[in-house]
């Protein structure tokens, strides 16, 4: 009879998600034998053979980083976000993780998943996925002096954090960005944001400043279309510039 705990369990409530299926099949492949593969805490300590035993790339592990399916430690090791959502291990089953400094930096969200715990606790351990902290290097660049003679670099003040909008959450804008694009077109700027959103998420396609792209559509756009709600044929207009 196979342990209990050498069983590995998926909630249907995160495997079946937009959130989750928008992904490419390589990445939900990794994903699943990422689970399979951790321990009773959800800790995995060798995720990069994983991947190449997957035939993942590292697009797919960044990919799950980012969406936050996996949350990624200094160490290198990963913890499966949703563990405890899909594993309920019976205590004569259970055996605690190796990684306990790891563990200690998480905590429980209300929905039971892994979250980070403080930051001000444990500043340099775990990896952010997003809004990355100013760094004060030393010995690099003489802008300052500390009191031990050291030259300090000064920290350069945070970047503004930019929200996701549209149905896939593919548009990143900072709120001025948002508020501009509502001035510019006030009547029309939430079809703008799901062009973007749709054209992105179904192609895949990078672009550095998404309001900077809306505007650059909006000038590639007829007289007419710029009046009036946009039609299909000139969205489609619109994708095939965008491969000229």
Known sequence: MVPIAERRMFAKTIVTSDAF???????????????????????????RSIMRMSGATEDDMKLLIAKRFVLIFESGVVVIKHWKIHNLIQKDRYKETKYLEEKAMLALDENNAYTEADSSMYPECIQPVSK?????????????????????????PPK?????????????????????????????????????????????KKYKNHLATIRSWARKETPKAQTTTKKSSSFLALVEDEYD
């Open 160 to 204: 503004p954090s930019r929200h996701k909008y549209g149905l896939y959450e593919q548009v990143l804008l900072t709120n001025e960005d948002f508020e501009k694009l509502k001035e510019e077109f006030p009547h029309d700027y939430s079809e703008r944001i799901a062009r973007l959103d749709e054209y992105i998420a179904s192609t895949g």
């Open 132 to 156: 990355p902290e100013p760094q004060v290097r030393l010995g690099k660049v003489s802008k300052g002096k500390s009191s031990i003679g050291e030259d300090i670099e000064e920290a350069k």
């Open 21 to 47: 299926l928008d992904m490419p099949p390589t990445t939900r492949s990794l994903y699943m034998l990422l689970c399979v593969m951790a321990d009773d805490d959800g800790f995995v300590n060798a995720p």
